[in-house]
């Protein structure tokens, strides 16, 4: 199975988001219930208890309510990018509600893939992407090849320069005793 | 737009290399070598990128081995019909194809992978100084050599030579004798 | 059932008719599903796809929440009435308004003499145009001013707004006439939004609006490639006479692999024997070309190493001088005269700079 069957994107932020101003990005949230079922029990005491808290603290959120007769709850949050998501929230106790929410108003709207890279910058590279003449002298323009002087093997002196240079110093040595 | 278009081109521009073999290990040259063909010597290598460089070996008939190599090694080959095996001593391959020893080095260090051949195609391999001037037109840089070439006694002068501290020389009469080996006829067809 | 085994199936069905009845799922393969499944989407295929709706064709849907939640969201504390004036458009009036005649009522009595966004939106949008020029002005002092300007007329391009517009939730809230919108309508509901919290809040509210919203879009974006120079070097020559510097001397730097199709050139251009912008090529001349260009770039102070542009909190003590007024490349070229110069041999492609440049067209 290749990577491309399953969808997948790169990191992106809708807008350039936060580095203005940061605006929610969930526009509206309807919650839909039955009036008389079990399963909506924890939506009708969210509403109840906590639904003016949220309404309150996030004036930006437009919040329906929609009673459904017989039909299973669930919560669904539109986004500005115009995606819509959805939570079954049958049997869901209040707090697990609230939670679900707070996870609803904190997302982008972007759909959920598996995300290729982790990061993303705009600006990879300050000081520039390496290229093979990055640490490169210009003299080589100029040089002409094969140039076969410079890149041989550094030299050392070698064993027999070494005992010929022992040789010449003990000669003078035997020559300034003499005299 | 343009400014990226033609700084992705510098980034994974390929490169020309020219490499002196003369008195050069071919072990050791031929790992050097493939480091360069594969891109190892780039940070932005990676396996499946083809970013190798091409690398352009010159004075290959130079090219020496360790020891008593160039008796004992033994290249083998299969033609791959009935009774197609054969083996060629090193000195022998070196007499038919100067240039031969040194590619079966690259080719044998390179890793044995579908990228391989594209690699030793752009491996160009010369027996002498003598590079077309296409190619030689393309070289921007040189790879260091690997062994260090000793000093060959034509290289010393007369004056250094008789300098020189010896302990004893051939008197002037002695004729110093070697036979040379018969030319085969084999080897006549080969080298022309 | 066989009737060998009828006499004692007797009691066996009569136990089995105490039992409650009970649906139990079969987890065979359910074979007239596939049939009613292919009805069906031929039966789709034939109707058509779902016609295109309106938010507000939706039960959920409150008009006046969704406006005041817009204003919330974006943090901005206006009124109701002014925020429902900048999404009204002269077209929904002219609709009720025709509407109303058709009917036989008068005009006058029906409440419909509001006002639509028009004049909001042509003050909003000079005063977003205005402070996004003095912002570039500001941003990138060495800049010349047709680059700022092609900057400002991609950042104001409809493409941009429409786009800024859409994901600020402005499409659903429109009162206007056309369905689908027109991006130009979205266009300017964003510019009435603008004039709306100037003449509200004042300019800096309206400053800060642009600042956090439409000038963001320049993020990621390189904004040398928005303006179309066609002859950088002879740009670049007439800048350098004009600073009474040295011609400038492209030189070659590197060179790899000549003779090949995968050819690279490197070339510095040097002023005064000082290196002044360097760029690679395919071939020479167009890594000359890159060249001039990095070098325009380096005078001008717009290349890629720049600091960031000062927005959001960066931004908070920004203080622009409104009156800074930048270089223009045309009062450049027409100090630097042709028949003076004798060492630069693109004297004579000077004039043609602006070849076809003159609508300064978004790159």
Same mark, same amino acid.
């Given at each position: 199975?290749?990577?491309?069957?399953?969808?997948?994107?790169?990191?992106?932020?809708?807008?350039?988001?936060?580095?203005?101003?940061?605006?929610?990005?969930?526009?509206?949230?309807?919650?839909?219930?039955?009036?008389? $079922?079990?399963?909506?029990?924890?939506?009708?005491?969210?509403?109840?208890?906590?639904?003016?808290?949220?309404?309150?603290?996030?004036?930006?959120?437009?919040?329906?309510?929609?009673?459904?007769?017989? $039909?299973?709850?669930?919560?669904?949050?539109?986004?500005?990018?115009?995606?819509?998501?959805?939570?079954?929230?049958?049997?869901?106790?209040?707090?697990?509600?609230?939670?679900?929410?707070?996870?609803?108003?904190?997302?982008?709207?972007?759909?959920?893939?598996?995300?290729?890279?982790?990061?993303?910058?705009?600006?990879?590279?300050?000081?520039?992407?390496?290229?093979?003449?990055?640490?490169?002298?210009?003299?080589?323009?100029?040089?002409?090849?094969?140039?076969?002087?410079?890149?041989?093997?550094?030299?050392?002196?070698?064993?027999?320069?070494?005992?010929?240079?022992?040789?010449?110093?003990?000669?003078?040595?035997?020559?300034?005793?003499?005299? | 737009?343009?400014?990226?278009?033609?700084?992705?081109?510098?980034?994974?521009?390929?490169?020309?290399?020219?490499?002196?073999?003369?008195?050069?290990?071919?072990?050791?040259?031929?790992?050097?070598?493939?480091?360069?063909?594969?891109?190892?010597?780039?940070?932005?290598?990676?396996? &499946?990128?083809?970013?190798?460089?091409?690398?352009?070996?010159?004075?290959?008939?130079?090219?020496?081995?360790?020891?008593?190599?160039?008796?004992?090694?033994?290249?083998?080959?299969?033609?791959? *019909?009935?009774?197609?095996?054969?083996?060629?001593?090193?000195? !022998?391959?070196?007499?038919?194809?100067?240039?031969?020893?040194?590619? #079966?080095?690259? *080719?044998?260090?390179?890793?044995?992978? &579908?990228?391989? !051949? !594209?690699?030793?195609?752009? &491996?160009?391999?010369?027996?002498?100084?003598?590079?077309?001037?296409?190619?030689?037109?393309?070289?921007?840089?040189?790879?260091?050599?690997?062994?260090?070439?000793?000093?060959?006694?034509?290289? *010393?002068?007369?004056?250094?030579?008789?300098?020189?501290? #010896? &302990?004893?020389?051939?008197?002037?009469?002695?004729?110093?004798?070697?036979?040379?080996?018969?030319?085969?006829?084999?080897? #006549?067809?080969?080298?022309? | 059932?066989?009737?060998?085994?009828?006499?004692?199936?007797?009691?066996?069905?009569?136990?089995?008719?105490?039992?409650?009845?009970?649906?139990?799922?079969?987890?065979?393969?359910?074979? =007239?599903?596939?049939?009613?499944?292919?009805?069906?989407?031929?039966?789709?295929?034939?109707?058509?796809?779902?016609?295109?709706?309106?938010?507000?064709?939706?039960?959920?849907?409150?008009?006046?929440?969704? /406006?005041? %939640?817009?204003?919330?969201?974006?943090?901005?504390?206006?009124?109701?009435?002014?925020?429902?004036?900048?999404?009204?458009?002269?077209?929904?009036?002219?609709?009720?308004?025709?509407?109303?005649?058709?009917?036989?009522?008068?005009? =006058?009595?029906?409440?419909?003499?509001?006002?639509?966004?028009?004049?909001?939106?042509?003050?909003?949008?000079?005063?977003?145009?205005?402070?996004?020029?003095?912002?570039?002005?500001?941003?990138?002092?060495?800049? @010349?001013?047709?680059?700022?300007?092609?900057?400002?007329?991609?950042?104001?391009?409809?493409?941009?707004?429409?786009?800024?517009?859409?994901?600020?939730?402005?499409?659903?809230?429109?009162?206007?006439?056309?369905?689908?919108?027109?991006?130009?309508?979205?266009?300017?509901?964003?510019?009435?939004?603008?004039?709306?919290?100037?003449?509200?809040?004042?300019?800096?509210?309206?400053?800060?609006?642009?600042?956090?919203?439409?000038?963001?879009?320049?993020?990621?974006?390189?904004?040398?490639?928005?303006?179309?120079?066609?002859?950088?070097? =002879?740009?670049?020559?007439?800048?350098?006479?004009?600073?009474?510097? =040295?011609?400038?001397?492209?030189?070659?730097?590197?060179?790899?692999? %000549?003779?090949?199709?995968?050819?690279?050139?490197?070339?510095?251009?040097?002023?005064?024997?000082?290196?002044?912008?360097?760029?690679?090529?395919?071939?020479?001349?167009?890594?000359?070309?890159?060249?001039?260009?990095?070098?325009?770039?380096?005078?001008?102070?717009?290349?890629?190493?720049?600091?960031?542009?000062?927005?959001?909190?960066?931004?908070?003590?920004?203080?622009?001088?409104?009156?800074?007024?930048?270089?223009?490349?045309?009062?450049?070229?027409?100090? @630097?005269?042709?028949?003076? %110069?004798?060492?630069?041999?693109?004297?004579?492609?000077?004039?043609?700079? @602006?070849?076809?440049?003159?609508?300064?067209?978004? /790159?």
């Amino acid at each position: 199975m290749s990577g491309g069957s399953i969808p997948s994107n790169f990191l992106k932020n809708v807008l350039n988001n936060g580095i203005g101003r940061y605006v929610c990005q969930m526009k509206r949230v309807t919650f839909k219930f039955c009036k008389q $079922r079990n399963d909506s029990q924890g939506t009708r005491d969210f509403i109840e208890n906590h639904l003016l808290d949220f309404t309150n603290a996030h004036p930006g959120v437009v919040v329906y309510i929609q009673p459904r007769n017989n $039909r299973p709850s669930k919560i669904v949050a539109e986004y500005l990018n115009g995606r819509s998501e959805g939570i079954a929230t049958t049997k869901m106790p209040q707090e697990e509600i609230c939670q679900w929410l707070e996870h609803l108003r904190t997302r982008s709207g972007a759909e959920i893939v598996r995300l290729r890279k982790n990061h993303h910058t705009d600006n990879p590279s300050t000081q520039g992407v390496w290229h093979p003449f990055t640490n490169k002298d210009t003299s080589l323009n100029l040089a002409k090849f094969p140039d076969n002087d410079s890149y041989k093997v550094p030299s050392t002196v070698s064993t027999t320069d070494r005992l010929l240079e022992m040789g010449r110093k003990l000669r003078q040595e035997k020559l300034s005793e003499k005299s | 737009m343009a400014n990226n278009r033609v700084l992705q081109w510098a980034t994974f521009a390929r490169t020309w290399w020219i490499f002196d073999a003369n008195h050069q290990c071919h072990i050791k040259s031929a790992k050097r070598i493939a480091l360069y063909l594969q891109g190892k010597h780039k940070p932005i290598y990676h396996p &499946l990128s083809d970013i190798g460089d091409h690398v352009v070996v010159i004075n290959t008939a130079g090219i020496s081995m360790r020891n008593d190599f160039w008796r004992k090694w033994k290249y083998n080959h299969h033609t791959g *019909y009935a009774g197609g095996h054969s083996v060629t001593s090193a000195w !022998r391959l070196h007499e038919l194809d100067q240039t031969k020893v040194v590619e #079966k080095s690259v *080719y044998a260090t390179l890793p044995g992978n &579908l990228l391989r !051949r !594209r690699m030793m195609r752009r &491996l160009h391999l010369f027996t002498d100084d003598n590079v077309p001037d296409d190619i030689l037109q393309n070289v921007t840089d040189q790879i260091r050599q690997v062994t260090v070439v000793p000093r060959l006694i034509q290289e *010393y002068t007369q004056e250094e030579l008789d300098a020189m501290p #010896k &302990l004893f020389d051939w008197p002037d009469d002695y004729e110093i004798e070697f036979k040379r080996r018969k030319e085969d006829d084999e080897i #006549k067809k080969y080298l022309k | 059932m066989s009737a060998s085994i009828r006499s004692g199936l007797k009691v066996v069905c009569f136990r089995k008719l105490l039992i409650p009845l009970q649906q139990v799922p079969s987890r065979c393969y359910k074979k =007239g599903l596939s049939k009613d499944l292919r009805i069906q989407y031929k039966s789709r295929l034939t109707v058509g796809p779902e016609p295109d709706r309106h938010r507000s064709e939706f039960i959920n849907w409150n008009y006046d929440s969704e /406006v005041y %939640s817009f204003g919330k969201r974006l943090g901005e504390d206006l009124n109701d009435d002014i925020l429902k004036k900048v999404f009204l458009h002269r077209s929904y009036i002219e609709r009720e308004k025709k509407k109303i005649q058709e009917l036989g009522i008068a005009v =006058g009595t029906s409440g419909l003499d509001v006002d639509h966004n028009e004049q909001l939106a042509k003050s909003g949008e000079q005063l977003a145009s205005n402070y996004v020029l003095i912002y570039l002005r500001n941003a990138f002092p060495n800049y @010349f001013e047709e680059g700022i300007r092609s900057i400002h007329e991609y950042l104001m391009s409809e493409d941009v707004l429409c786009n800024i517009g859409r994901h600020l939730g402005i499409p659903e809230l429109i009162m206007c006439d056309d369905f689908p919108l027109r991006e130009s309508t979205i266009v300017t509901t964003l510019m009435a939004f603008i004039g709306a919290l100037e003449q509200e809040k004042g300019k800096e509210r309206a400053h800060l609006f642009v600042r956090d919203f439409i000038l963001p879009q320049l993020i990621g974006k390189d904004i040398n490639e928005m303006w179309n120079v066609v002859n950088p070097m =002879g740009l670049l020559t007439a800048v350098l006479h004009f600073q009474k510097r =040295g011609l400038p001397e492209p030189r070659l730097l590197w060179e790899g692999a %000549s003779s090949t199709l995968m050819s690279v050139y490197h070339i510095g251009i040097y002023s005064d024997q000082k290196l002044i912008g360097k760029a690679p090529g395919e071939t020479a001349q167009i890594a000359e070309e890159m060249a001039a260009r990095d070098a325009l770039k380096r005078l001008c102070q717009t290349q890629e190493s720049r600091p960031a542009l000062l927005l959001g909190k960066l931004s908070e003590n920004l203080k622009l001088d409104e009156k800074k007024v930048n270089i223009s490349a045309k009062d450049i070229i027409e100090q @630097f005269s042709p028949k003076e %110069s004798t060492a630069s041999t693109s004297s004579k492609s000077i004039f043609g700079i @602006f070849k076809g440049n003159h609508s300064l067209n978004k /790159v």
